[in-house]
């Protein structure tokens, strides 16, 4: 059971260049799946995206809070991605079928990397 009904690049499209009215729109995303250097593994996470579409501001709402993420539109999908305070970066990029894919190159203790892919859908 989706909840969209035109693909996501238009919605954005159509939101963010409309008249100036309070307005957002959520992707809520779940990722069952997570592959590491030890494999491919089952999990419990998910996280939402909020997306202002008279700004064009965007944020993550996930297990570490709320954070500032950048918006990337193309013509298949979007791409949300976040700086963290270690200057890595993480990615998710949400097909216009919901599929989606969040890539994690973090950092831990300042020079331990810890990246992880997590596969899933969002809905919006």
């Known amino acids: 059971m989706k909840r969209y009904s035109m693909p ?20 809520v995303c ?7 250097d030890e494999g491919v593994a089952s999990q419990d996470f998910g996280m939402t995206f909020v997306v202002d579409t008279v700004s064009g501001d965007a944020f993550i ?3 570490n809070g709320v954070a500032p993420v950048a918006v990337l539109r193309g013509d298949f999908a979007v791409t ?9 970066v993480q990615t998710t990029t949400v097909a216009d079928t919901g599929e989606a894919v969040h890539s ?16 899933g ?3 919006w």
């Open 80 to 88: 949300f991605l976040e700086t963290l305070d270690s200057g890595a």
């Open 61 to 63: 709402k996930g297990n």
């Open 8 to 27: 996501i690049v238009s919605t954005l499209a159509v939101l963010i260049a409309g008249p100036a009215s309070a307005d957002t729109l959520e992707f």
């Open 121 to 123: 859908t969002c809905e």
């Open 104 to 119: 994690r190159h973090t950092i831990l203790g300042g020079s331990v990397m810890s990246p992880s892919q997590n596969y």
């Open 30 to 36: 779940d990722f069952p799946r997570q592959a590491t």
